[in-house]
Structures are given as C-alpha cells and as structure tokens.
C-alpha cells in the first residue's frame, strides 16, 4: 500500500516531522509511506493564482496517486498551522486530490494534550465541501509531552506507545481498502453521484406525504396516515398470501438481516427488530422512516452516494464487502442489491448482511473438506480475501459505513497517547 506523509508545517526542526519520519521508517513493512514537504507552499490567494505552479501540482500528483494520507499537525493557539491550511485551499481551489481520499491524523505536542484541538480542527476542515477527504474516525493519536518522547535517533522511547501507534496504523491501513475499494466498486469518483439526494426530498409513487421523516414514531404515523394493513389481514403476493403477521414471522426469521432503502432514498425498513441477539449491522427502531442522510455519518455520505449512483444507473448490479474484524469464527459480509419492478425501472436497495463461516464450516464437515491456502492466490493480510475475487469489492474489509442504517459509533481512543495540548508547537 503506497500512502503519504504530510506534517503541518515549515519549520527546520519539528517534532511532528520526526514523527512523521518515525512511522514511515518504524512500519515499512506494513506500508510504503513517502514524507512530502511543504515548504515551497505559498500562502493561498485567490487573486494569485498558483495552482499550476510545480510546488501545488506536485502535491497534487503525490495525494492523487497515493492510497492514502498520514498529516501530522502540530498546535498553533488551538487550531492547525496557517502553513498547513494554505496548503488544504491550495488543495481544494480548483484542484480537489482529498476528494474521497482516507486521511489519517496524528499530531505532537508539547504538554498534556497532544494537538487534540488542532485535530479536531484539522478533521473539520478536510471534511468540509470542496475538501470532502474521508477522515478516519476514532482512534486518535495524540502524542504529549514530545520532548521527552523521543531517543537521539528520533525513535519513541515507550514501547507501549509504539504498540498503539502500530495498532491505530493497521486500522487504518484496513480503512483504507475499505474506501479505495467502495470507490473501486462502483467505478471509482464520479462527479454525478454527487446528485443523489440522501435527503429524500423528492416524491415517488409510494412516499408518504405528511409525515416527518425524521420521527422516531415514523412507521406507526405513516401507518396511520395511509391505513395500512396489520394483523391478520392477507396479503397478496407474487406468489401467495399471506397475513401480515405471517410476512413479519418469516421475514424476522430469516438467516440474513435485512434492509430496504427506497429509490427516493429513504430508509424504510428492517428486520430482526424482535431479535435478541446482537445484530451484524446495528439498526435502531427510531431510524426507520429517515433519510439515509441521518443515518449515516458525515465521513460517509459521499461514499453512500457512489453505491447508491452506482446501482441506479446500472453500473454494477451489486456491491459487496466483509467488514473488519473477520477470522477464523466468523466472516460477515455486506451486500447491497439493486432492486428493480416489473419494467426494470430501479425501486431501491435490498442489503442483507451474514456471517458466511456457519455455513463454511457445515459444507467443510458435511463434506470432510478442509480449507488450504492457495500458494499462488495474493491475500490481503487484513481480510483474508483473494485477489482472485471476481469483484473489486471482495478484495478489502468494510466497516459498513454504506449500511442503509448504520449507527455511527466510532471506537474510542485507548492508550497512554491520548492526552492534548493547548501550546503552540511546530
């Protein structure tokens, strides 16, 4: 994986450039990270317009054509340095390489904080319009009291320090292929997906007017507005009738989770919900009636956007993914189906989520087959998975930031870096 490096700023000596230096050279094996400068950054201004300068379009090349990007930033009066946010303008005026970019962030500082308010600046500049980076959530890096931290070699002295530094890395290494790989499955940035309106401010034939979306009550209002059937009351179906209790029976019983996004975009339904097992994709009662703009985080509506466009314009039929985590227990996998009527016209998304490794491990016994590596076949060390896969969206994990209903709960920092700083550092 080829990522790059960027600290925050110009100054000769800074202790952000030797961690920055420190990550690249410490995990080489894990990935190729090149350190770029930004030194010969001119102040942004509009009126002067520099991005066809060497300076800007080399940065520019460098980001684009990386996998990713590592920024460590120091601290200036709370907020990321002017060096660093000339570059970001530079960055987002009429060249835009953090678009749909994964960026991670670290920083170092003197005292008790370790640039906590210049990330969180930081984070909300590169998710800005323009921007539209994808930031990796959680798991921050944060080193404080910096002047103690280092050897004479420019190495981090405790070992447990190391240990979270390598653990966060790899996490994001996995969010990584994560995006690249969504991007990768519905053929990669596409300025028109931008047009999908997760808002659902739009009108299909069966959107029920009246009712704020929004409501944690949505279906028992929308039930009501429209008279909807409950009960014992049969349903004809393609193939059957059933009563509407006896659809919620087989539904909730299925081995899958089940989720339908309509065309409008708007998340409508789910199953499971009188499961008491903790569910694959968490979904949330109240959730049901939204726009899928509410039920996703910020990091990932430009990625919503690409599946969903994607889909609806028949760019590809289906999109799948493993999520994280998988190992020899267990191996969840996300799909997401486009759904179409009798005329082929798009109607939606059905995503269905399981773990597979039940149903491995049955065939394995029932047939008394093992499994055995392919020496041959190149796998991702993350998730296991071949690049052999017939689609791009096999080939990495996901942390289902696309599900129709994911509930955004990023894991919390962990680790003796995660105090902050207020001081100006550089």
């Known amino acids: 994986m080829k990522l790059v490096g960027i600290a925050g700023t110009v100054e000769d000596k800074s202790y952000n450039k030797i961690l920055l230096q420190f990550i690249a050279n410490n995990f080489s094996n894990l990935a190729d990270i090149e350190i770029l400068s930004i030194d010969d950054i001119p102040m942004f201004d509009q009126d002067n317009d520099q991005t066809e300068s060497g300076a800007i379009q080399y940065l520019n090349r460098k980001i684009s054509g990386a996998d990713g990007v590592?920024?460590?930033?120091?601290?200036?009066?709370?907020?990321?340095?002017?060096?660093?946010?000339?570059?970001?303008?530079?960055?987002?005026?009429?060249?835009?390489?953090?678009?749909?970019?994964?960026?991670?962030?670290?920083?170092?500082?003197?005292?008790?904080?370790?640039?906590?308010?210049?990330?969180?600046?930081l984070r909300q500049i590169l998710e800005a319009p323009g921007v539209n980076a994808i930031v990796f959530p959680g798991n921050e890096f944060l080193l404080a009291n910096v002047k103690e931290a280092f050897d004479d070699n420019g190495?981090?002295?405790?070992?447990?320090?190391?240990?979270?530094?390598?653990?966060?890395?790899?996490?994001?290494?996995?969010?990584?292929?994560?995006?690249?790989?969504?991007?990768?499955?519905?053929?990669?940035?596409?300025?028109?997906?931008?047009?999908?309106?997760?808002?659902?401010?739009?009108?299909?034939?069966?959107?029920?007017?009246?009712?704020?979306m929004a409501a944690d009550d949505w279906v028992e209002k929308a039930a009501e507005k429209v008279n909807a059937v409950e009960g014992n009351t049969y349903v004809k179906l393609d193939r059957g009738i059933l009563t509407v209790d006896q659809l919620n029976y087989f539904l909730n019983s299925m081995p899958i989770e089940l989720t339908y996004a309509d065309s409008n975009n708007q998340f409508i339904y789910y199953n499971k919900m009188t499961s008491t097992k903790k569910m694959l994709a968490p979904r949330r009662p109240g959730q049901v009636g939204d726009p899928l703009s509410l039920v996703h985080p910020k990091r990932a509506i430009q990625g919503v956007k690409s599946v969903i466009h994607a889909l609806r314009t028949g760019k590809t039929d289906m999109v799948k993914m493993p999520v994280p985590g998988n190992g020899p227990d267990k191996y969840i996998m996300h799909f997401y189906k486009a759904m179409h009527d009798e005329k082929g016209e798009y109607v939606g998304i059905n995503e269905f989520v399981l773990d597979i490794m039940p149903i491995i491990k049955w065939y394995l016994n029932k047939t008394g087959q093992k499994l055995a590596a392919d020496p041959n076949a190149k796998v991702d060390a993350n998730t296991g998975a071949s690049s052999k896969d017939d689609e791009a969206a096999d080939n990495s994990a996901t942390d289902a930031d696309t599900s129709a209903s994911t509930h955004d709960e990023p894991e919390a920092s962990t680790g003796d870096t995660d105090a902050t700083t207020g001081a100006s550092e550089s």
Do not use: C
């Open 155 to 212: 190495r981090l002295k405790d070992e447990k320090t190391t240990a979270f530094l390598q653990t966060t890395l790899q996490k994001f290494l996995r969010f990584v292929k994560v995006i690249n790989t969504m991007n990768q499955a519905t053929g990669g940035h596409d300025d028109a997906a931008g047009s999908e309106d997760l808002n659902s401010k739009g009108k299909i034939s069966t959107t029920i007017e009246g009712v704020d």
């Open 70 to 121: 590592i920024i460590a930033t120091p601290e200036h009066n709370h907020t990321i340095t002017a060096a660093l946010k000339s570059v970001i303008e530079w960055l987002s005026f009429k060249v835009h390489p953090f678009s749909n970019k994964p960026v991670m962030i670290v920083g170092a500082s003197y005292y008790e904080q370790g640039s906590s308010r210049a990330q969180l600046n």
